[in-house]
């Protein structure tokens, strides 16, 4: 049996006297308790860490001994615990791959052209994982950020932390008092053909105000920075800086500084340009601090603050929380407990992760991955909705990178991997059986379906005392608060053009009349004309008195009489607009439930509704079953009740330009529900929660329909 400790390769590297390049700095680091080593490759600007176990070995490449002489002697004073050839093999070959080591044999040129080329497609294939932002390595900065950094250095202090808390102080407060006039219609106003101008011309200012706080933060620290560039990000060319220098840094705080210095930097001039948008008039230095507070705050909160993307507070997480490489990590131990505990792969080394690490990785892993698509998909769907054909290609990309090639990876391990070699018919089975399990659950098993709606007590048509026609209110001729009967009379009101159009209107019959008795011999066509125009004549008088009736508003049913407008002295003198409300009859009980139900869904319920439930807001302990009386024909857009506007707790969006808050963006359709015996003592108006059932379809299907209505309704087909 062969000694696990060699290895077939070992011949290769046996007798070569590496040692570390002359640039390269060993730092020593803490983790959990845990001590790593960083080597620190000043030349290039990056490190590169090490476990404790492998530094046993690298901290003694000097050059003068052989790699055999330093594993023999790993060997005689670790025992079992020193690494083995396989393990030299592969941190010498680390270590030569990031061109940390120097040996006694001349350089390979053609080896070092392999390498070069290796390192331009590791470039190309992590831009091509990354549709939305992928770099172009141009300039060395490091000179530049070392001669103007006493400028800047001032700012690394208790004075820059007064500055900026006292500028963006002043910031929020203006933001809060103009925030209205800020958000209103915010999507339109930045995707207009003119601001998308002004912000290809502004953004790439804001990141480079963003990169350079990262590397001055750097040089403050002592740490070079080797690397700008242009990163493509949704398209747009930004710059961007390599601060990865830093950490090296031993103290987490100083790293975690380093990474949040783009984002304070942006934060300070998203504040200026606050107070400048305030102060400015008008026109293009006003759109242009509009976008520059925009960009510099917007995307500083959502995208570079957010630890589950990987940008600032990702590293900044990850350096507080002291787990390196956090994502792919969290990555790589759900593949470990896959591997482990699903496919059951035995002799797999224990995944190196202490139980808080491990703890974080189950969280981070899946919050990050959905965090990563709700981005990814949020900008495609943005985009396409000025640009259709740019959007879907950016989330087909998206999909691809996202879902599509970690699948693949998937069903590549599960068929081609050696670490499968033993039981590779159980994961194969197991793979295509939970596959096959997942269609049947999401397409083929039925599970209850239903639509979600709202509605409020309603009152019944006749109880709504409208004004018949415009005019003004003269009289309340019953007390608010009366009992009244049905005929009553309850309010006048009066339009004086009434009186006037029917008096001309008689006098024009007249005149017309006069015309046809005076040409009774004349042609036979000119005479059917004017009895036309006669007959005309008369009706429209009809149609007027017929308005002038409507001006003073009876009771439809007995019930109590309650105002809706003001206090009865209030309304004498007052306009109303034809059929506006002025009060109601309320009978001694309800019947109805109005519902409101959204356009999206009103092909569902007129199809497959199948039964009712429904719980009164007043009284949550219990639900109810009733039936569809009525549907108001046609659909609206005028809610029954403020009460079931999104601002006001319901679902429905508001036209924001309505006054009266009560007109839905998109058209809504009513429908009228039984009101059992022992509840109709509910007051009118109360508010309903309504599940109106469907019967049973797959969940599959159910959420393809939601996700076909949210992209037609996107690009409003």
């Known amino acids: 049996m062969a000694n696990p400790f060699e290895s077939a390769s070992w011949f290769q590297v046996a007798r070569l006297r590496p040692r570390l390049k002359t640039h390269v700095r060993v730092r020593r680091h803490r983790y959990r308790g845990v001590v790593q080593y960083v080597l620190d490759d000043g030349a290039a600007g990056k490190s590169h860490r090490f476990q404790k176990g492998a530094y046993h070995l690298i901290g003694r490449l000097d050059g003068e001994r052989t790699v055999e002489q330093l594993w023999e002697r790993l060997v005689e004073e670790l025992g079992e615990d020193a690494p083995t050839q396989d393990d030299v093999i592969s941190a010498l070959g680390q270590l030569h791959g990031s061109d940390l080591l120097a040996t006694d044999m001349l350089p390979d040129t053609g080896e070092l052209l392999k390498r070069h080329k290796k390192q331009k497609r590791q470039l190309l294939t992590q831009n091509l994982k990354s549709p939305m932002s992928f770099r172009i390595p141009l300039i060395d900065p490091d000179d530049f950020l070392t001669r103007t950094m006493p400028i800047v250095g001032p700012l690394f202090g208790w004075f820059g932390v007064l500055l900026w808390l006292a ?71 930004v710059p961007y800086l390599d601060a990865s220098a830093a950490s090296a840094l ?43 507070m925009l960009i510099a705050g917007i995307s500083t909160v959502l995208v570079n603050g957010n630890p589950l993307l990987r940008f600032d507070g990702y590293y900044i997480l990850a350096d507080l929380i002291e787990i390196p490489n956090l994502g792919s990590r969290a990555n790589r131990y759900w593949a470990d407990i896959v591997n482990r505990h699903i496919f059951r792969t035995h002799g797999m080394q224990p995944f190196d992760a202490t139980p808080g690490e491990k703890r974080w990785f189950l969280l981070y892993a899946p919050a990050a991955f959905v965090a990563r698509m709700i981005m990814l998909f949020g900008i495609a769907l943005l ?28 069903f590549a391990h599960v068929f081609t991997s050696p670490q499968l070699h033993r039981n590779r018919g159980f994961a194969v089975r197991l793979t295509l059986g939970a596959i096959a399990a997942a269609a049947l659950i999401l397409f083929a098993i039925p599970v209850p379906h239903h639509v979600n709606a709202q509605g409020v007590v309603w009152l019944p048509d006749q109880a709504h005392v409208r004004a018949g026609t415009a005019g003004f209110i003269t009289r309340v001729a019953v007390p608010e608060g009366t009992m009244v009967k049905a005929g009553q009379l309850l309010v006048e009101t009066t339009q004086p053009t009434l009186e006037t159009d029917v ?18 011999g004349g042609d036979m066509v000119n ?27 009876f009771a439809q049913a007995a019930g109590e009489f309650v105002l809706a407008k003001a206090p009865a002295p209030d309304l004498p003198g007052r306009h109303v607009r034809q059929g506006e409300l002025i009060g109601y009859v309320t009978p001694g009980h309800a019947d109805v439930i109005r519902i409101v139900v959204p356009q999206d869904d009103i092909d569902l319920v007129r199809r497959n509704l199948r039964g009712v439930r429904y719980r009164i807001a007043a009284l949550p302990g219990t639900t109810h079953d009733g039936s569809v009386v009525r549907e108001v024909p046609g659909g609206t857009r005028e809610l029954p009740s403020e009460a079931l506007a999104l601002g006001n707790g319901g679902t429905i969006p508001i036209d924001p330009t309505d006054s009266s808050r009560r007109k839905a963006i998109s058209r809504i359709f009513l429908f009228d529900v039984s009101l059992p015996r022992e509840l109709r003592q509910v007051p009118f108006g109360t508010r309903v929660h309504v599940r109106l059932q469907l019967g049973w379809e797959p969940i599959g299907w159910q959420i393809g329909r939601r996700l076909r209505q949210m992209l037609l309704s996107q690009f409003n087909a």
């Open 167 to 237: 500028v963006t102080g002043a910031a929020l407060m203006v933001v809060g008092t103009h925030w209205q006039e800020l958000t209103n219609n915010i999507i339109d106003r930045v995707l207009s053909a003119d601001n998308l101008l002004v912000m290809a011309f502004c953004y790439p200012l804001v990141k480079v105000v963003h990169e350079l706080g990262h590397g001055y933060a750097a040089k403050a620290w002592g740490r070079e920075v080797r690397e700008m560039g242009v990163m493509m990000l949704v398209l747009f060319p």
């Open 383 to 410: 985009v396409a909705t000025k640009f259709f054909l740019l959007g879907m290609l950016i989330a087909l990309w998206s999909l691809w990178t996202g879902i599509g090639l970690p699948t693949w990876k998937m």
């Open 250 to 292: 031993p103290d987490k705080w100083k790293r975690a500084l380093v990474g949040a210095a783009g984002m304070v930097a942006e934060l300070f001039l998203a504040a200026i340009a606050a107070m400048l948008w305030v102060v400015l008039e008008p026109g293009l230095a006003r759109s242009v601090a509009y976008n520059v």
């Open 527 to 553: 005479r059917r004309i004017s009895h036309l125009e006669i007959a005309e004549a008369d009706h429209r008088p009809d149609i007027q008195r017929q308005r002038r009736g409507e001006l003073r508003l």
């Open 503 to 520: 008096a001309k209107l008689d006098w024009r019959r007249r005149e017309l009349q006069a015309a046809v008795d005076s040409g009774l």
